[in-house]
């Protein structure tokens, strides 16, 4: 499954209320985030956003050996899996 997102890992840089997401080997911006009511939740979107990529990884990893091991599908992985596809749209 080829991802067409973004290559790499992202980071955030900025303070306060503005953040910017980028990605580390393009240095190309992927998303302003912003807020002009509460900067913690900038902040903590931001972190998020940052992160997927990571996170999208790690989920496929778990996904794919939990499959392994388990016969039936039960809810979890069905839901991971649903995470999965939203995504990679896939």
Not at 46 to 59: C, R, V
Request: hydrophobic share 40%; with cysteine.
């Amino acid at each position: 499954m080829e991802s067409k997102h973004t290559k790499g890992n992202f980071y955030k840089s900025g303070s306060s209320s503005q953040y910017l997401i980028a990605s580390e080997e393009t240095g190309n911006t992927i998303a302003v985030v912003y807020s002009q009511k509460d900067e913690k939740e900038a902040e903590a979107n931001a972190a998020l956003l940052a992160a997927a990529p990571d996170m999208l990884e790690a989920l496929i990893n778990l996904h794919d050996w939990c499959v392994q091991f388990t016969p039936e599908y039960p809810a979890a992985l069905l839901k991971a899996k649903e995470a999965i596809i939203k995504a990679t749209n896939y």
